[in-house]
Each structure stands twice: as C-alpha cells, then as structure tokens.
T-cell receptor
C-alpha cells in the first residue's frame, strides 16, 4: 500500500507570507504527527493528532503555527507570517495509534525555505 | 520528560564490518519503546527496529540488532556486515506508553567505505 505522502516537496516563500503544508497518512492510521528538522539537527516534535483531535500541541513554536486534520485523514500544517527561522524540513508521520509505543512511518518531508 | 543522547556525531566503518551506534536514554515512564531510524541523503526517515521496555530478548531485524541494556538505559544499534548503502544518519528515539510521540536524539552520521 501507499506510504505517507506530503506536498509540496519543496516550498520557497517570502518572509511574511503564509504557507500550507499537506500530509496524507497511511490508510487506516489514526495517529498523525508533525515534526520539524532544521539543518543538521534532530527532529523536533510539533503536534500530534489522534483522529481529528490534537491532544498534544505542546511543540508548536508560536501562535503563527497551526494544524488541523479532517475526516481522520489528511492534515494541514499552516504557518502564518513566515520568518526566516521557520526554514526547515517539515516531516509528517502516521501510526496505528495503539496504546503503547507503536511505530511511526514517515513521509518524505516538505523542505521550506523562507527568503 | 524524555531525553535521548547519541554521543557519536560521526562513525566510519569499512564495508562488510560490523558497527555499533550508541544510544542512551532517560525516561520516567516505566513502559516505553525504543526506535532506530535511518535517514539517507534523500531525507526520508526509514524505520529500522523497535525494542519494547518489557521485551526480554534483544530485537533483531535482518542485519540490524538492538543491544538493549535496561539497567544502563542504553539501546545501541548493531549493524552487521555493513554495506555502502548503509551510509546515512541514524537516529535513536524513545516513545512512552501513553501515546506515541517520539523524542529523538541528534543522530549519528555513518559512513561506510569500500
């Protein structure tokens, strides 16, 4: 079956513009995660969805960042008024959402560059 | 809070040799899982292996095995018979039992030479 897909693969934007990043999880996966990876760094957790609700938004770096998930499937991460420090690779992952630590499968990421 | 420490920023190994990538973790949760992911230059995170905190035996997946020492809070990845395609960043991660948000280490870059 298809893996996690993300679009666009690359996004270049000007400082101050809004951007939307899309994630399409593996079919049947109820849990969805957004991470950010800055150049040469590990992954920074942003937000977690179980179904359409987000029980953990603790990683969102500022109120310019928001995310939603509809129909228990596709998720959109929105960054308003982008800043140069938002430049990073944004990775989405999905899992079955089972109790306990279940495996997350990652998409290819969206590389965001803010000029 | 959870923490992962990967002390080796870079490792070199010759093809066909075995290599161990170190990972130590800190978590207050009595039930947790440990994961290793590979990130080649293409950028995608590829799941390699999982170890549950209550698993009695070390996990193995093909050429990958996890040397789990619970008392020392260490979960080292062993890659046997290294191949050129193993050159990549390797990340260790820990997830708790409540839900599966993962905390990642900073990674180890592995370079396999012919």
């Amino acid at each position: 079956g298809a893996g996690v897909s993300q679009s666009p693969s690359n996004k270049v934007t000007e400082k101050g513009k809004d951007v939307e990043l899309r994630c399409d999880p593996i079919s049947g996966h109820t849990a969805l995660y957004w991470y950010r990876q800055s150049l040469g760094q590990g992954l920074e957790f942003l937000i977690y969805f179980q179904g359409n609700s987000a029980p953990d938004k603790s990683g969102l770096p500022s109120d310019r960042f928001s995310a939603e998930r509809t129909g228990g499937s596709v998720s959109t991460l929105t960054i308003q008024r982008t800043q140069q420090e938002d430049s990073a690779v944004y990775l989405c992952a999905s899992s079955w959402g089972l109790a306990g630590a279940d495996t997350q499968y990652f998409g290819p990421g969206t590389r965001l560059t803010v000029l | 809070a959870q923490k992962i420490t990967q002390t080796q920023p870079g490792m070199f190994v010759q093809e066909k040799e075995a290599v161990t990538l170190d990972c130590t973790y800190d978590t207050s949760d009595p039930s947790y899982g440990l994961f290793w992911y590979k990130q080649p230059s293409s950028g995608e995170m590829i799941f390699l292996i999982y170890q549950g905190s209550y698993d009695q035996q070390n996990a193995t997946e093909g050429r990958y095995s996890l040397n789990f020492q619970k008392a020392r809070k260490s979960a080292n990845l062993v890659i046997s018979a290294s191949q050129l395609g193993d050159s990549a960043m390797y990340f260790c991660a820990v997830g708790n039992s409540g839900y599966s948000t993962l905390t990642f280490g900073k990674g180890t870059m592995l370079l396999v030479s012919p």
